[in-house]
């Protein structure tokens, strides 16, 4: 017998409106409208679950942990009632050939049926045994797995740009999965690790529509990447106004100014931090004091030293005109309107020339 | 059959088992053991199956940056490389961190403590003690009765366990078992009745969804969760409970919604975690294989300052047991090349002479993947690894040449040992009320009993430290950074230094060496590389191997003895596989090919 969650809900004395209202909250974050909740009740009362397979390369499993750290849908929900996690050796109780056992079975049993999750990615030095799976190169499963998956979803950025291993000189020479496997779907989801609810939301999103999100031209989900954290932080209006942080725990940090002269990366970095938020939408970089680190772009690491102002907007002025404004008058503030313009103009651009950057193993 | 010199006996004749993947660990971890003709253990041989070279990637860049690079060495213990890596930075340029930040940094450790501990404790252990099929049997009254028995916690009504009962047939029965797929259920070495089943299935959905709410401390001081944001000179949290601007600094609601977090883990942990430990534990009394090392040699760095910059106020006391001596607790030196050394002529790195170990300041490491003339199988599809040659990407560190312990048991002995008050007491009270003696810590069961105090005593120290911040509040101090030396500008030319801190796991350094504002050297010796250390030049064997010796299997095709001995050092084999070392030369060797 196929179990649904909202079965499940309803079996546990959860009512039909409770249900009903997280269909409406779903959508809601998803930033989709009020009329697409009924379809994803209409999902959840009709649907069994789909197989997911997630697989570790080369990585650090912090996006393991924000995945469970899912507020809505919660991780429990999502495993027992909307998706069949049958492979996922971070949690999974088999191991071994036990759990081996499973990846050949979905192969068979659900072949072009099932969803492969990557956490981490390859290395392809050393013929891939830097990275060892059931004594053999971790880069033979992940081929194996994706040939006879639907779709592939690249957790992090590891899987999406190859994150920390992967940068310079990357001595393991880790790839993203893009970058060696060619014929199937891949969805970006990246950061380091991406934000708990961007993650259930795709997984939910492609169960409940039966179809996968809308990707810009880089392969993220145009739903929680098309924009960039400047645009929505709350602390955007004293950007504007001149108002900036100098130094660590001033007068300005306190009064919760600008983190652009700290280096903060929100300028150029697309990700729903300044949205969606943190951990049930508690806090998030910005808000605690800290400026981005930009952990969701290409090669964030080598993009110079986090606390390092955005350099590549030195030639328009842009730091000059913070640097006059900082920690002054009113009467600068339409420079440094003038100045975002600016701004967000070569930002503009920066990122359509962007979208046709080379692969980082064209770059290497 | 050979006995090594730290005094265990092997042999490798007999039938060989091979688990990989292990599952429910952080990273990737092969364990191969061999059995005699009753199926005991009697050879055990534990590799590290991953190595991504983090100490290469750092080279050249500036020290204010590592603290980001480390803490994505692991996601699962997420913060505990960047909190020595901004102690390891400081050291070596002789930064004083205000006493604000040395308070909150506390805070933030410890609610990865409380948050990491209950995790491992349910979604990576539970399994090996839990029979989630047997659960199925269970009289959700007398499920109720034996919760209520066990402890005060409100959710425990027959109706309770009775919904969830449902919910996990419904599961069970959909044929889509997902996680729970292909487990050893059934197994002998299981020892559960079905109501203690049920109710600990019961919690492991509670602590899933109770440890995303631990965590939003973490996110509240350092802006996410996993990898907060962390600052060399202090934290990046401002402290604002009066002015303009205090909306979106550390203010009143952001204390209190600590302090309710706060209230909720100490809650979670004693009348959850702690009971359903003491609610199992009895059925186990009788299963006390898995010591290992344990009885022998341990050690702790310690941690905690309760004041800032004062590494002589460390709330968790360091110290190194050998042989046993409990009376004896000896102190440990970082920056002494005589003490922390790193062995690899058994790890896939190469030194000049192998038959010397090497400390950290010291340290070379440049990858060599080969396999002995005994493995089995070929380099690409490896059956069983040779361990009288080169078996695993992690090394072999010694404190003055011994293989010794590291993690909670360690932690908790060693402050047992020194005569911590409140250590003690935790201890001695579960001992008494479970009626056995101390030795009986020394065990896998002991590992696992260790971590769910140390997880209380944790939850206290959180109240504790929050208590002192709004305090030091109170008395006006909001001082959160200190920014001297926060430019370049004002460093010495060289610098060295040493950062350490007690990871969940267990003892963990970073050792830097700074020229020209940058990163010349930057080595990492970490929990999961002493307790999952391949063997040494003079034959000795680390804690995984040791504590797998001599258990037997109930079913060798279903080795659950095996994870759960394994589990109960939680291993976490990215942080235990990245290491690498200063030579720029062979750097660049390896960098293309």
């Known amino acids: 017998m196929d179990d649904t969650l909202s079965d499940v809900l309803r079996r546990q004395g959860v009512s039909r409106r409770s249900i009903l209202k997280f269909c409406t909250l779903t959508a809601a974050s998803l930033g989709l409208s009020p009329l697409m909740a009924s379809k994803i009740a209409y999902a959840l009362d009709n649907k069994p679950r789909v197989p997911v397979i997630w697989l570790h390369g080369l990585e650090c499993t912090c996006c393991s942990e924000s995945f469970i750290r899912s507020a809505h849908p919660l991780v429990k929900d999502v495993v027992l009632s909307m998706i069949s996690l049958d492979y996922d050796d971070t949690i999974m109780a088999a191991a071994g050939h036990q759990a081996e056992a499973i990846l050949a079975e979905t192969r068979e049993k659900y072949k072009g049926k099932y969803i492969l999750a990557c956490e981490g990615n390859p290395p392809l030095n050393e013929d891939g045994m830097y990275c060892i799976v059931g004594g053999r190169?971790?880069?033979?499963?992940?081929?194996?797995?994706?040939?006879?998956?639907?779709?592939?979803?690249?957790?992090?950025?590891?899987?999406?740009?190859?994150?920390?291993?992967?940068?310079?000189?990357?001595?393991?020479?880790?790839?993203?999965?893009?970058?060696?496997?060619?014929?199937?779907?891949?969805?970006?989801?990246?950061?380091?690790?991406?934000?708990?609810?961007?993650?259930?939301?795709?997984?939910?999103?492609?169960?409940?529509?039966?179809?996968?999100?809308?990707?810009?031209?880089?392969?993220?989900?145009?739903?929680?990447?098309?924009?960039?954290?400047?645009?929505?932080?709350?602390?955007?209006?004293?950007?504007?106004?001149?108002?900036?942080?100098?130094?660590?725990?001033?007068?300005?940090?306190?009064?919760?100014?600008?983190?652009?002269?700290?280096?903060?990366?929100?300028?150029?970095?697309?990700?729903?931090?300044?949205?969606?938020?943190?951990?049930?939408?508690?806090?998030?970089?910005?808000?605690?004091?800290?400026?981005?680190?930009?952990?969701?772009?290409?090669?964030?690491?080598?993009?110079?030293?986090?606390?390092?102002?955005?350099?590549?907007?030195?030639?328009?002025?842009?730091?000059?005109?913070?640097?006059?404004?900082?920690?002054?008058?009113?009467?600068?503030?339409?420079?440094?309107?003038?100045?975002?313009?600016?701004?967000?103009?070569?930002?503009?651009?920066?990122?359509?020339?962007?979208?046709?950057?080379?692969?980082?193993?064209?770059?290497? | 059959m050979a006995t090594t010199p730290n005094g265990f006996n092997l042999d490798s004749g007999g039938k060989r088992i091979v688990v990989d993947p292990v599952t429910r660990i952080e990273g990737h971890l092969r364990v191969e053991v061999n059995v005699d003709d009753k199926n005991v253990i009697r050879n055990a041989v534990s590799t590290g199956t991953m190595w991504r070279g983090l100490e290469v990637i750092l080279k050249g860049r500036d020290p204010r940056d590592a603290w980001a690079f480390t803490e994505r060495i692991c996601g699962v213990c997420t913060g505990v490389h960047a909190l020595t890596s901004v102690r390891c930075v400081e050291d070596a340029l002789g930064i004083k961190i205000p006493e604000n930040a040395n308070t909150i940094r506390n805070m933030m450790h410890l609610t990865l403590y409380v948050q990491d501990h209950l995790v491992h404790f349910y979604h990576l252990h539970a399994l090996d003690w839990v029979d989630v099929v047997s659960a199925l049997k269970a009289d959700p009254k007398a499920t109720s009765e034996l919760a209520q028995k066990s402890s005060s916690w409100a959710k425990s009504s027959p109706g309770y366990f009775r919904d969830l009962q449902g919910r996990l047939k419904r599961f069970v029965e959909s044929g889509q078992l997902g996680p729970f797929k292909n487990g050893y259920w059934g197994h002998a070495a299981y020892k559960l009745p079905p109501e203690a089943n049920l109710m600990a299935v019961a919690h492991y959905l509670e602590a899933l969804d109770f440890q995303k709410d631990i965590v939003k401390i973490q996110t509240i001081l350092g802006g996410k969760n996993p990898h907060p944001n962390w600052l060399v000179g202090g934290v990046p949290c401002p402290i604002n409970v009066d002015a303009v601007g205090a909306v979106g600094a550390l203010n009143m609601e952001r204390l209190n919604f600590i302090s309710s977090v706060v209230d909720q883990s100490l809650e979670f942990v004693e009348q959850v975690y702690i009971a359903d430990l003491m609610a199992i534990a009895p059925f186990y009394k009788d299963w006390l294989y898995g010591g290992g090392l344990s009885s022998k040699n341990l050690m702790a760095y310690g941690d905690f300052p309760e004041h800032a910059n004062d590494a002589g106020s460390l709330m968790l006391p360091r110290g190194v047991i050998l042989g046993g001596k409990l009376d004896a607790v000896q102190d440990v030196d970082l920056r002494d090349p005589a003490q922390i050394q790193e062995f690899v002529n058994h790890s896939w790195y190469k030194y000049a002479d192998e038959s010397k170990g090497l400390h950290p300041w010291d340290g070379v490491t440049e990858p060599n993947f080969t396999l002995g003339p005994k493995t089995r199988g070929t380099k690409t599809r490896i059956e069983a690894v040779d361990e009288d040659m080169k078996y695993s990407f992690v090394k072999a560190p010694r404190w003055r040449g011994n293989a010794v312990e590291v993690g909670p048991l360690a932690r908790m002995v060693i402050a047992y040992a020194k005569g911590d008050p409140g250590v003690k007491e935790l201890i001695d009270k579960t001992l008494k009320a479970l009626d056995v003696p101390i030795t009986a810590l020394f065990s896998t069961l002991g590992r696992t009993a260790a971590r769910g105090l140390e997880c209380l005593w944790a939850a206290q120290k959180l109240r504790y430290m929050t208590d002192k911040l709004i305090a030091s509040i109170k008395a006006g101090d909001t001082s959160t950074a200190n920014t001297e030396r926060w430019d370049p500008k004002s460093w010495p030319s060289s610098a060295r230094g040493v950062g350490f801190c007690e990871a969940p796991r267990g003892a963990l350094g970073h050792w830097i060496t700074i020229e020209n504002t940058k990163i010349a050297n930057y080595q990492c010796v970490v929990p999961t590389t002493w307790n999952g250390s391949p063997r040494d030049p003079a034959g000795n064997i680390g804690a995984f191997e040791a504590a797998l010796l001599d258990t037997p299997l109930a079913d060798p095709d279903k080795p659950l003895e095996i994870l759960r001995t394994i589990h109960s050092f939680d291993p976490c084999l990215a942080c235990a596989t990245h290491v690498i070392g200063p030579d720029g030369t062979e750097r660049s060797r390896v960098t293309v090919r």
């Not at chain 1, 779709?151 to 001595?171: D, E, F, H, M, T």
């Not at chain 1, 600008?258 to 300028?267: E, Q, R, S, T």
């Open chain 1, 137 to 364: 190169p971790y880069i033979d499963q992940l081929r194996e797995m994706a040939a006879d998956a639907t779709a592939i979803l690249a957790w992090g950025s590891c899987a999406s740009w190859g994150c920390v291993q992967a940068a310079k000189p990357n001595p393991t020479r880790a790839v993203p999965i893009h970058e060696v496997i060619h014929d199937k779907p891949i969805i970006k989801v990246p950061g380091c690790p991406p934000i708990a609810e961007v993650m259930t939301g795709v997984v939910t999103y492609i169960q409940t529509f039966e179809r996968l999100p809308d990707l810009d031209r880089q392969g993220r989900p145009k739903m929680f990447y098309s924009q960039r954290i400047h645009d929505k932080c709350y602390r955007r209006p004293h950007f504007d106004a001149g108002q900036f942080v100098e130094a660590w725990d001033d007068e300005n940090a306190r009064k919760g100014y600008c983190l652009y002269k700290m280096g903060c990366k929100g300028p150029t970095t697309y990700n729903a931090c300044s949205t969606i938020r943190w951990n049930d939408g508690v806090s998030f970089p910005i808000q605690s004091g800290h400026g981005c680190i930009g952990c969701s772009e290409p090669g964030f690491w080598d993009n110079g030293s986090f606390y390092d102002r955005l350099t590549r907007i030195d030639a328009f002025g842009i730091e000059k005109n913070a640097d006059q404004i900082g920690g002054t008058a009113a009467g600068l503030v339409t420079a440094a309107v003038a100045g975002h313009a600016a701004l967000s103009a070569v930002i503009r651009a920066r990122q359509r020339v962007g979208e046709a950057t080379p692969t980082t193993e064209e770059k290497r």
